[in-house]
């Protein structure tokens, strides 16, 4: 069997191609064409900016996508309907519609948010492992999310931001510091370049929410806390290397601190067997090590069993429509070709 997946949900045309198996999921293609340069004299994404581009760059994708596979053998075919932008989305799915039509075969409308969770269940042997209740944390730039999985397929969403993602504040931040977008990978980068003998300037930041009972987040007010910082230091200050990696090093750390704290809690409320990430802003190296760091901490005790950890690579965790590909075999028991039942859902929630 062979699965077709389109997502342009956000600023990422892609397409890719799974080939199914004995059950076992192979990615025979995965096209990521970017619209990171286009954007990043913006410090954002512009919908309008981003639907054209989804619309140029699609048919190229497709045809890079398909170069060594024979595209008539496509069985079925999966599109992101949402959360994203909805000019964009509509894109996707009305290339989705078109290439249906044309092979004559059943479209899978597919959620982002549960794509972004199933880029971990790519690997067969993960789906072999005794995993659920899950917690799943969902962190991009337009999502931050804390869902409670009880099977594929099954979610309860038991928190989430109730302002900025916490990508947004990455590429928020970024843009005040004058480091470009994506801002989060423009962080990251920063800080790994900090040497600890330069960390003396010491800007600090809040955990927002960090102690709350109950698993929602707020990131806004720590972009608000930045701003108000550099603009409290003398523009000598502001502008020096040293203040603007120790700043990039306490907003990453804040992020992570409040990430890790509350999907620790919820996995320890819910008696959770495993944890689950997804996400672009997963794609963090330091948050990816203390989130293990502190996994092992808390729970590699004797009595109580090691809980799993999973976590795509890298390039899984950034939109990608492998997950989406993914998705939809999970989901082809609702494969459709009443293609009018398919529109796109910018606010769909999982
Ligand atoms: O999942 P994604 O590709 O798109 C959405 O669905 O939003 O996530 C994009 C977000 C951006 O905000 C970007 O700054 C952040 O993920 N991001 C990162 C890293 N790579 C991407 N944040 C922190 N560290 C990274 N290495
Ligand atoms: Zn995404």
């Not at 512009?46 to 619309?55: S, V």
């Not at 949402?82 to 509509?90: H, N, T």
């Not at 075969?105 to 005794?130: C, G």
């Amino acid at each position: 069997m062979y699965i077709l997946g389109i997502d342009t949900s956000c600023d990422d045309t892609s397409i890719a191609i799974l080939e199914i198996k004995n059950l076992k999921l192979e990615i025979l293609s995965n096209v990521v064409s970017s619209q990171v340069k286009l954007h990043a004299k913006y410090g954002g994404v512009y919908p309008f900016l981003a639907k054209r581009e989804h619309q140029k760059n699609l048919p190229v994708v497709l045809k890079k996508t398909t170069k060594n596979i024979d595209i008539s053998k496509i069985d079925l075919i999966g599109v992101t309907i949402g959360p994203g932008l909805e000019p964009c989305l509509w894109q996707g799915i009305n290339f989705a519609k078109d290439l249906a039509e044309k092979l004559n075969k059943p479209i899978v409308p597919v959620n982002h948010i549960e794509a972004h969770i199933l880029a971990n269940f790519l690997d067969y042997q993960t789906r072999q492992r005794n995993l659920f209740p899950a917690i799943c944390l969902v962190v991009s730039g337009g999502h931050t999310q804390l869902i409670l999985m009880r099977d594929i397929g099954k979610y309860r969403l038991i928190g989430e931001t109730r302002d900025d993602a916490a990508g947004e504040c990455f590429d928020k931040v970024a843009r005040i510091l004058g480091l470009g977008y994506p801002g989060g990978p423009a962080i990251a980068v920063t800080v790994a370049n900090l040497k600890p003998k330069t960390y003396n300037l010491k800007p600090k930041l809040p955990r927002p929410m960090i102690y709350q009972k109950n698993y929602d987040f707020s990131f806004s007010g720590l972009k608000t806390a930045v701003l108000y910082d550099f603009r409290a230091r003398p523009p000598k200050i502001r502008k020096s290397k040293e203040y603007i990696q120790e700043m990039c090093f306490e907003i990453q750390q804040a992020i992570i601190d409040v990430l890790i704290h509350k999907t620790l809690r919820a996995t320890k409320d819910f008696k959770a067997k495993s944890i689950i990430l997804g996400g672009g802003v997963a794609a963090n190296e330091e948050l990816r090590k203390q989130f293990e760091k502190k996994i092992k901490e808390d729970y590699n005790l004797p009595t109580t069993p090691y809980i799993k950890y999973l976590i795509p690579d890298t390039k899984y965790c950034t939109d990608n429509a492998a997950m989406v590909a993914a998705t939809a075999y999970f989901h082809q028991r609702e494969a459709t070709k009443d293609w009018k039942k398919i529109e796109a859902n910018a606010n769909l929630r999982i």
